[in-house]
């Protein structure tokens, strides 16, 4: 194509699109640019729904498949659009499956795709090409493959859907600028495919690149597929669909913060209610601290005066301990002088013994003289045997007197060294 038709091509692109000059575009597919997708969630397609839109108010394709679905957001803005372009549409999204496991349609997605397009979407968890072989020959209009870390979404492309391609038929490839994947045979094959038709790509997100495969093409698309950035305007058509991706993007990251916002003003009602009853409860808790306060005070009260009267029981024990003290140095004062006055008399009744001893011993020597005398004199003295027996008994009845005073006084000796 010459340059001439090339500047000619995008300036039908940009300008019919948004004013309708022929009988290829409509004031439609110029406002599909500007849909609000209404279902969002965090999906690196997010770039490109600007184009989604704009492509099927263009194209209005009668069957639509995505294949290697792991969000909603493409399929579900394919759904809001057909919705509005081509009542008698169908849609049919196939639920990526890893291995050979099981999967099932998220809750929220299944609900939402029978709550609003039940009447022309399916969503499947088969494998593709199960899928494919129910499918007519030439009857999908809008195929889009979302790539995954294989190369089954390629391969089945090529395998399975190809045959299964209309005359008009485009197919979307989303996946292709994500990291390593020029690298990989997914890359060869999706370039060997290109190579067959006219091929758009689309840098922003993970990459979305748009194969023109049908025969019957159309003009605005052709258009867009002849742009190099050489062409006049190039740039300002990347930036129409880049910044109205964008805007998909900030729509999100609107919602998601509204939603957060609401989240968190409910967490805030939450702690606000939970604040009141705590203020409730703090007041409470002042109001019992309160009065724990005055018990506090009275038990410290009589607490003082426990204390009070403790140290005056301990000041009267401390007299008495004192007074018993100095009648115990009293009674040690006693002691020691009764001991001194025992000693004394002790000693005086030894002194007594002692006489008492000598007295005897001299009256004992008297008695032997007076025995020898009499010894001597007993022949002489016969006479006097009556009263000399009776002065005998009479010094033995001193004798035993003396002998009982003795042991008496041995006896308070004894006591008094007891004592």
Same mark, same amino acid.
């Given at each position: 194509m010459s340059q001439k038709n090339k500047s000619t091509t995008l300036g039908t692109l940009v300008a019919d699109s948004f004013m309708p000059a022929s009988n290829l575009t409509s004031p439609q597919a110029a406002g599909a640019l500007f849909w609000r997708a209404r279902y969002l969630q965090e999906a690196a397609i997010l770039q490109h729904l600007p184009f989604l839109f704009w492509l099927l108010a263009i194209l209005r394709p009668r069957r639509y498949v995505e294949t290697g679905m792991t969000d909603a957001v493409s399929y579900f803005a394919v759904c809001q659009a057909m919705d509005k372009t081509e009542p008698d549409g169908v849609c049919t999204g196939i639920w990526h499956q890893i291995g050979k496991n099981p999967v099932s349609v998220p809750e929220g997605v299944h609900w939402r795709n029978t709550e609003f397009y039940a009447e022309f979407s399916q969503i499947l968890t088969e494998p593709p090409a199960k899928v494919a072989r129910r499918l007519r020959d030439g009857s999908v209009d809008l195929l889009l493959v979302n790539m995954q870390d294989d190369d089954s979404p390629i391969n089945s492309l =090529?395998?399975?859907?190809?045959?299964?391609?209309? !005359?008009?038929?485009?197919?979307?490839?989303?996946? =292709?600028?994500?990291?390593?994947? !020029? !690298? =990989?045979?997914?890359?060869?094959?999706?370039?060997d495919l290109g190579a067959r038709c006219p091929t758009v790509h689309f840098e922003g997100g993970d990459g979305l690149s748009v194969l023109l495969w049908g025969s019957e093409r159309k003009e605005q698309l052709l258009g867009l597929a002849d742009l190099t950035p050489e062409t006049p305007g190039y740039s300002d058509i990347r930036q129409v669909f880049q910044r109205l991706g964008a805007a998909h993007r900030f729509e999100w990251e609107n919602r998601r913060n509204s939603q957060h916002l609401r989240d968190q003003q409910s967490n805030l009602d939450r702690l606000q209610k939970q604040n009141v009853g705590l203020t409730r409860e703090l007041e409470e808790n002042v109001l019992l601290s309160h009065e724990r306060g005055l018990q506090i005070a009275t038990m410290q009260a009589q607490l003082h005066d426990l204390k009070v009267e403790q140290q005056a029981w301990e000041n009267e024990t401390k007299q008495q301990i004192a007074a018993l003290e100095a009648e115990q140095e009293e009674q040690a004062v006693w002691l020691q002088k009764a001991e001194a006055g025992h000693a004394e008399r002790l000693q005086k009744s030894s002194r007594e013994i002692a006489i008492l001893m000598s007295t005897l011993e001299t009256e004992r020597q008297k008695s032997l003289a007076l025995l020898g005398e009499a010894e001597a004199l007993r022949n002489e003295n016969t006479r006097h045997q009556v009263e000399r027996e009776e002065r005998e008994r009479n010094h033995r009845a001193a004798e035993e007197g003396l002998n009982q005073q003795n042991r008496e006084l041995q006896a308070q000796l004894h006591d008094l060294e007891v004592k």
């Open positions: =090529t395998l399975d859907w190809t045959c299964k391609l209309s !005359e008009r038929a485009v197919v979307l490839v989303h996946g =292709t600028s994500r990291p390593g994947f !020029e !690298e =990989t045979p997914s890359a060869v094959l999706l370039r």
